[in-house]
């Protein structure tokens, strides 16, 4: 069974930083592209960033480019999210993704989410 | 950037079929993907690569995509379909979602 749980989350204040952790079990981790897609209070999905199986491949929002950093570690099956600069409008729950497919073509959408962590940026 | 537009809300009645549309400049020429997310739960893929279902979706959800919009159709509404939808393509490197849809079943 793909189980997918993201930590890390918490309350940090306006400039702060924060790392979140994604824990993948019950496939190959890396063969598989992975994402992490957020969202506010009451608002619709906003995907933040992306990262290819072997992270060759890397992509970020225009709203995180410069802040965020995602990277993975395929030996420990993990996925992470290291956030900088942190505003008040990235206060959203995080969620880690997987891409349905292992072909890295970006085709065929996430077929696998985790429950979120909650990040909280005020002061 | 890519912009997606889908109705803020659509309503169906019980047993009747439902559609949500995802506008978006020629929508046809890409693969469109959507998910169903309910309160306090992480969103669920339903149709991938614009009609495709994953394992476990009822047959009852459906999508099409031509042009510049993309539908999902539900047909026989139940209770239980009654969620926010989100339909999301890639484009120029990004993923990108729809602002999502309120289904509401009468």
């Known amino acids: 069974e793909v189980q997918l749980v993201e930590s890390g989350g918490g309350l940090v204040k306006p400039g702060g930083s924060l790392r979140l952790s994604c824990a993948a079990s019950?496939?190959?981790?890396?063969?598989?592209?992975m994402n992490w897609v957020r969202q506010a209070p009451g608002k619709g999905l906003e995907w933040v960033s992306s990262?290819?199986?072997?992270?060759?491949?890397?992509y970020y929002a225009d709203s995180v480019k410069g802040r965020f950093t995602i990277s993975r570690d395929n030996a420990k099956n993990s996925l992470y999210l290291q956030m900088n600069s942190l505003r008040a409008e990235d206060t959203a729950v995080y969620y880690c993704a997987r891409d349905r497919n292992d072909y890295g073509d970006y085709a065929e959408g996430q077929a696998y989410w985790g429950q979120g962590t909650l990040v909280t940026v005020s002061s | 950037s890519y912009e997606l537009t889908q109705p803020l809300s659509v309503s169906v009645a019980l047993g009747q079929t439902a559609r949500i549309t995802c506008g978006g400049n020629?929508?046809?020429?890409?693969?469109v993907h959507w998910y169903q997310q309910k309160p306090g739960q992480a969103p669920v893929l339903v149709i991938y690569?614009?009609?495709n279902r994953p394992s476990g979706i009822p047959e009852r959800f459906s999508g099409s995509n031509s042009g510049n919009t993309a539908t999902l159709t539900i047909s026989r509404a139940q209770a239980g379909d009654e969620a926010d939808y989100y339909c999301q393509v890639w484009d120029s490197s990004n993923w990108v979602f729809g602002g999502g849809t309120k289904l509401t079943v009468l």
């Open positions: 020629n929508i046809g020429s890409k693969n």
């Open positions: 690569r614009d009609s």
């Open positions: 019950g496939f190959t981790f890396s063969s598989y592209s």
């Open positions: 990262i290819s199986s072997s992270s060759s491949y890397i």
